[in-house]
């Protein structure tokens, strides 16, 4: 389970600070129609911590296209994807 996480708001206060290193794109551990997106905010080898909802402990979307909106939205100009 997932135990710490962050939301979309706290990560647009992060972008704009550009505090955000790197952000991945994967698919869900069994899932392979669902996508999720992570962050690292420390050096290359600090852990990446993923994207929460508000009701759920792990934001998902359904296809690439929707996570490289979401990730335009919050202002994120460079996301790597891992398959």
Known sequence: MIGEAIQSDTLI????????REAVVGRVAGDNSQWTLSIRLGGPTA??????????????WASLTAVGRFAEAVGLNRISVEL
């Open 47 to 60: 852990r990446l911590i993923p994207v929460r909802s508000r009701r759920e402990p792990l934001r998902t």
């Open 13 to 20: 206060a992060l972008v704009s600070q550009n505090a955000v």
